[in-house]
DNA sequence: GTATGTACTTCGC
DNA sequence: CTCCGACTGATTCGG
DNA sequence: CCGAATCAGTCGGAGGCGAAGTACATAC
């Protein structure tokens, strides 16, 4: 099939905003392949921008700017130009787009561009590695570029960077094998639920019909999408919604899925998975050990949360710890006695050959109740069952001082099945810094802006900006700001900051962030933040707390306007290194 | 030619 | 991780 | 009673911080 096919049908789905629209043509694309497995396994991966399930991580290792090179390369457009345009649109494809109409030289010779020859392309790219690696790339790249239309061209570049726009993920394209197969949506959810491999699914499907989808069981070294939280801002209202649950301590490390299994070679296997289903099994050696020493039984899958602890008080300590771990390959012995980690566990999904995510919370935490001895690093999740609001509230209090982000509720009812991604609100989490009269906002001032991606194109993605320090009189970077606009918000940057637009970063302000226009401080806005981090790149409190580190925001969020204040009225950096200092978890 | 620094990407939250 | 917006399907409101 | 208005839920895509690895450029 030629690539022109696929690439008409995501511009048919980019003109739309309606899903049942979207899912409609996703079908018919479908349809037109649905006998041949292998093309439709390519297609499905594709349209999820991927090559591959997310366990087997085949990622191409090129982004925005070195698609930009390849772009310019590929087109004879100057690097400038494809830059310029970059920050107009927004978008890739779009630069592809343009770059490909403006092509300098016109091809005497191609070759189709085939949906294979696409595909294998890209897998190509993604294993390229080593020196001279970046180049081939491109090289890959430019000869893709060579045969297509501007408008194949387009959805190329933005496989590079990583996002198709087009308004449709995993949910949209389950619907659409559905309706291709003739089944409902919830029937290759299920099988979803337990073998995170839509290509795969659609293989399935094409090979062996709607019976394959039953064949398709939990498998101990195939991780499952990991459950996830609604949330709500009080709790009363979860009690209201949830009615008698269980509340539990949310752990603020890494979210990990546990493989157990026996293997009649090498014996007892464990495996694990974070939250995107990464296998981070050779960075938690240590966790390893103790898990195979606590887990009692033969095969299992365990849900947790692994935490980074001070071996000596076994006190919690800040998520920054742990992401020491993550992903780590040299000096991993020092690592590990470096950040020591424990394991809570809260959910048991597979046990013993029977397949849980389908039984009530409740026994399935009698089931993980029955297959782990805990020990000093392997534990299971603190929790109470509770329809007292009061009660609730000194649990959150006690989860805080203990060290957590705050608690999550889960539902007790018979209809409590484990369920990937966040519906059907089973469980919500309820977090510190949702409570709105826990007021740790800070006022910043505007010093810089970065130009906005896909639907913000044209206006400011993020905002830069800083405390005041009065000893010095400048302003220094303490985190960007890019969530919690509305629109009505974004459309009014250009006539609020333009005119305090300056060429050069402004004398009083001290910043090794480099953003893409410069503001001279005037403009000042309320933020909101879960908590302040020591940071390697901002420049509040340099050097304060620790040398070589500043102080940013752990999840800033624009509140609103202080149209009262003056940038010299904005929160200044003492304040901000005692509001660090009156953290619970800080390190030094 | 190796050592060091930096830009970029990926992924955890 | 936080947040916003468009769409959808269900329910309520009002003529 | 039926169409219009309203509401909650789903889904997708904007954006944040930090750490690690990789490829490449530069310094020595």
Redesign the pocket.
């Known amino acids: 099939m030629d690539y022109s096919v696929i690439a008409e049908a995501y511009s048919r789905i980019e003109e739309?905003?309606?899903?049942?629209?979207?899912?409609e043509i996703l079908v018919e694309l479908f349809s037109k392949v649905k006998d041949d497995s292998d093309l439709l396994r390519r297609i499905v991966y594709l349209t999820q921008?991927q090559l591959s399930p997310?366990y087997q991580?085949m990622?191409?290792?090129?982004?925005?700017?070195?698609?930009?090179?390849a772009i310019s390369r590929g087109s004879g457009v100057s690097p400038e130009t494809i830059e310029n345009w970059w920050i107009e649109t927004?978008?890739l494809g779009f630069v592809a787009e343009r770059a490909m109409a403006n092509k300098t030289q016109t091809s005497l010779f191609s070759e189709p561009l085939t949906v294979n020859r696409v595909f294998d392309s890209l897998m190509n790219m993604a294993m390229?590695?080593?020196?001279?690696?970046?180049?081939?790339?491109?090289d890959i790249f430019a000869n893709l570029f060579h045969d297509s239309s501007p408008h194949e061209a387009k959805y190329i570049a933005r496989m590079?960077?990583?996002?198709?726009?087009?308004?449709?993920?995993?949910?949209?394209?389950?619907?659409a094998l559905a309706q291709t197969f003739g089944t409902e949506?919830e029937r290759v959810?299920i099988a979803y639920n337990k073998y995170p491999a839509l290509g795969q699914i659609a293989y399935v499907l094409s090979e062996k019909g709607l019976d394959g989808l039953d064949e398709i069981k939990i498998d101990p070294g195939v991780p499952l999408k990991?459950m996830?939280?609604?949330?709500l801002?009080s709790l009363p209202d979860i009690i209201d919604?949830l009615g008698k649950c269980s509340f539990e301590y949310k752990y603020?490390?890494?979210?990990?899925q546990a493989h157990i299994w026996s293997d009649p070679r090498v014996g007892q296997v464990v495996e694990l998975?974070?939250?995107?289903?990464?296998n981070?099994t050779a960075q938690f050696p240590d966790v390893i050990e103790v898990l195979k020493a606590s887990f009692n039984k033969t095969e299992g899958i365990l849900d947790g949360?692994c935490v980074p602890i001070d071996i000596n008080t076994g006190q919690m300590l800040p998520?920054?710890?742990v992401?020491?771990?993550?992903?780590?390959?040299?000096?991993?012995a020092k690592?590990i006695e470096d950040?020591p980690v424990s394991v809570f566990f809260f959910d048991c999904l597979f046990l013993n050959e029977e397949e849980l995510i389908n039984l009530p919370y409740t026994t399935r935490r009698e089931k993980l109740a029955s297959c782990l001895d805990i020990s000093d690093r392997v534990f299971i999740s603190h929790s109470l069952i509770t329809d007292d609001p009061d009660k609730a509230e000194d649990f959150f209090q006690q989860s805080l001082s203990d060290g957590c982000?705050g608690i999550i509720a889960k539902s007790i009812s018979d209809d409590s099945p484990y369920k990937a991604?966040?519906?059907?609100?089973q469980w919500v989490?309820f977090?510190r810094?949702?409570k709105s009269e826990l007021d740790d906002t800070v006022d910043l001032a505007i010093i810089g802006g970065?130009?906005?991606?896909?639907?913000?194109?044209g206006t400011?993605?993020?905002?830069?900006?800083a405390t005041y320090n009065h000893e010095t009189d400048t302003f220094e970077?303490?985190?960007?700001?890019?969530?919690?606009?509305?629109?009505?918000?974004?459309a009014s940057f250009s006539s609020m900051l333009d005119e305090h637009k300056v060429k050069k970063i402004p004398v009083r302000v001290e910043s090794k962030?480099i953003p893409d226009y410069w503001f001279e401080p005037v403009v000042v806005m309320e933020v909101?933040?879960?908590e302040i981090?020591?940071?390697?790149?901002?420049t509040c409190g340099l050097d304060e707390i620790r040398k070589g580190?500043?102080?940013?925001?752990?999840?800033?969020?624009?509140?609103g306007m202080r149209e009262d204040k003056g940038p010299e009225d904005a929160t200044t950096t003492e304040e901000m290194v005692s509001l660090y200092n009156l953290q619970l978890k800080r390190?030094e």
């Open positions: 739309t905003r309606k899903r049942l629209e979207m899912t921008g997310d991580s990622v191409l290792g090129v982004a925005n700017k070195l698609a930009l090179k927004g978008d390229k590695e080593g020196s001279g690696s970046q180049k081939t790339k491109q590079l960077s990583g996002k198709l726009r087009l308004g449709i993920a995993d949910m949209t394209i389950i619907d949506k959810e990991a996830l939280c609604e949330r801002s919604k603020d490390g890494l979210r990990i998975y974070t939250r995107q289903l990464e981070v949360e998520f920054q710890e992401s020491h771990r993550r992903g780590r390959k040299t000096e991993l690592a950040y982000e991604g966040s519906r059907g609100w989490k977090k810094d949702y970065f130009a906005g991606r896909g639907r913000r194109a400011y993605g993020a905002l830069l900006m970077s303490v985190t960007k700001l890019g969530s919690g606009f509305n629109d009505e918000m974004l962030m909101k933040g879960a981090t020591l940071s390697p790149i901002h580190n500043g102080l940013a925001i752990r999840f800033p969020r624009f509140i390190l």
